[in-house]
């Protein structure tokens, strides 16, 4: 089945300690996304990229770093220097990330990240 | 950047019933896009439409993207249509790419 996978469902950390969330696709997508969604909120995002080995800020990307060594994968790191990590993290990948008709975003089932 | 609002922010409905919910934009867009959030948290796409009408069954959409916002309709609406529904727009994707708050549905069998 092709699709976006994420793991874990569920993370717990304890305060200062950098947590690494994974985010695969078997879509052949060009465009990969990390979004945060707070509790009753829209979603915003943090990083994205459009190709291996790039990728660019979104509108609140201090305290998370990325990688993108392979196509598939899209890993975000929430460093201990995010200062309110706990929240829904939702990955996206489309097909080229320009935009058009046929680069509707497809959604991973997420990880609920809470800070203890 | 671009701000999106989204309206009623919540809505019940009886099992059956239709209903709109709208979306603006505070400035031209060229990718808007529907999505819906199950109660589990998956978003699924409904649909891409940066202008004119588009019908999916019981759903459909219109956009008027000289007035700068768009409509998604729900007929005969069923449980499992609950969850909240978020609209986004801007320009390609990336930080010109907003998503609206949401308007939470909630159907009632």
């Known amino acids: 089945d092709g699709g976006i996978t994420q793991s874990p469902k569920y993370l717990f950390r304890k305060e200062g300690q950098n947590v690494t969330l994974s985010c695969e696709q078997n879509?052949?997508?060009?465009?990969m996304y990390w979004y945060r969604q707070d509790p009753g909120q829209g979603l915003r995002l943090i990083y994205y990229?459009?190709?291996?080995?790039?990728?660019q800020k979104g509108d609140i990307a201090e305290g998370y770093s990325v990688s993108r060594e392979k196509k598939e994968s899209f890993p975000l790191t929430v460093t201990s220097a995010q200062k309110n990590p706990t929240a829904f993290y939702l990955c996206a990948s489309s097909s080229t990330g320009t935009g058009g008709p046929t680069d509707t975003q497809y959604f991973g089932p997420g990880t609920r990240l809470t800070v203890l | 950047g671009i701000q999106v609002e989204q309206s009623p922010p919540d809505l019940i409905l009886q099992e059956g019933a239709n209903s709109t919910l709208r979306c603006n934009f505070s400035d031209s867009v060229n990718n808007l896009q529907w999505f819906h959030q199950n109660p589990w948290g998956q978003l699924i796409n409904l649909f891409y439409?940066?202008?004119g009408t588009k019908q999916n069954g019981r759903l459909s959409a219109t956009t008027v993207a000289t007035e700068r916002y768009s409509l998604l309709y729900i007929s005969s609406s069923q449980t499992t249509d609950s969850g909240v529904y978020f609209c986004a727009g801007g320009y390609n994707y990336g930080q010109n790419f907003v998503f609206g708050p949401g308007t939470r549905l909630s159907v009632l069998p």
């Open positions: 879509l052949n997508h060009d465009a």
């Open positions: 990229s459009q190709i291996v080995n790039d990728f």
């Open positions: 439409i940066p202008s």
